[in-house]
């Protein structure tokens, strides 16, 4: 299983940053367990500086430029440099802030070029009774592929993160047998956009109040990889907590 942590802008000190990442650091020595934590990009910095475990980091978005004259923004260049080795992007809290498809298209390319491997965020505000939402998830993973190639489009993770269980608790999380449905929907999605058979070792993760008490039926009932994880992994004994569920 390949757990996500999203920390957003939840950890601000360094002292709780350090905190989670031993907890973590302890975590990913269980079997079958990859854990990738996405600090804010200064406590990456300095968290993966020293970092010699099996545990990985992420940025939680990257720039859509090539970089330059261009106060404020952080590059894929300059999270690799951070030895990041993941990237989170169109995440809806970043498409909110402005990202179009187009632009998340952009930064698929930008990510991969520079050794990141996309974790791209997808999923509806709201489910509607005509399957608008499965065509809109549809829509969202092809427009993000666009402009990458074929090889390039294997190594892209999808994780589905519907908005409206983002963010909530684990009552209003999705159903497992909804998350059934939506993974094998986001398969047959992938199978077709990438070549021969190779959609078969994509990964496919689900977001959206995964806590303690729901990770395990989502994890039992669906054929997910693994889940992206926000308000439940900033807290060490929660996040402990929720990855011993999965062992
Ligand atoms: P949540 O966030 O676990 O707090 O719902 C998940 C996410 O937005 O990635």
Redesign the pocket.
């Known amino acids: 299983m390949l757990i996500v942590a999203?920390w957003k802008a939840y950890v601000e000190e360094l002292a709780r940053a350090k905190k989670l990442l031993a907890v973590s650091k302890r975590l990913a020595r269980e079997d079958g367990i990859a854990i990738v934590l996405a600090p804010p990009a200064p406590l990456l910095g300095v968290l993966s500086a020293k970092n010699k475990s099996r545990v990985a980091f992420a940025a939680q978005d990257i720039s859509a430029t090539a970089g330059g004259a261009l106060t404020g923004e952080a590059t894929a260049p300059a999270y690799a440099a951070a030895s990041a080795s993941y990237a989170i992007l169109g995440?809806s809290?970043r498409r909110a802030a402005g990202d179009t498809d187009a632009v998340v298209a952009v930064k698929l390319a930008h990510a991969l070029a520079h050794g990141l491997t996309p974790i791209l965020c997808v999923g509806e505000a709201e489910r509607d009774g005509e399957g608008r939402y499965l065509a809109l998830v549809r829509e969202e993973i092809t427009a993000a592929v666009e402009l990458l190639t074929p090889r390039e489009r294997t190594r892209v993770i999808v994780a589905y993160?519907p908005l409206w269980?983002?963010?909530?608790t684990a009552e209003h999380a999705i159903d497992p047998n909804d998350l059934a449905e939506m993974v094998l929907y986001i398969r047959k999605v992938i199978a077709e956009l990438l070549p021969g058979k190779s959609a078969r070792r994509s990964l496919v993760l689900y977001?959206?109040?995964?806590e303690p008490d729901n990770v395990r039926g989502l994890a039992g009932a669906s054929d997910v990889d693994g889940f992206?994880?926000?308000?439940?992994s900033v807290d060490p004994h929660t996040f402990a907590e929720l990855v011993k569920q999965l062992t």
């Open positions: 999203n995440h809290e993160e269980a983002i963010g909530t977001g959206g109040s995964v992206l994880i926000g308000h439940a």
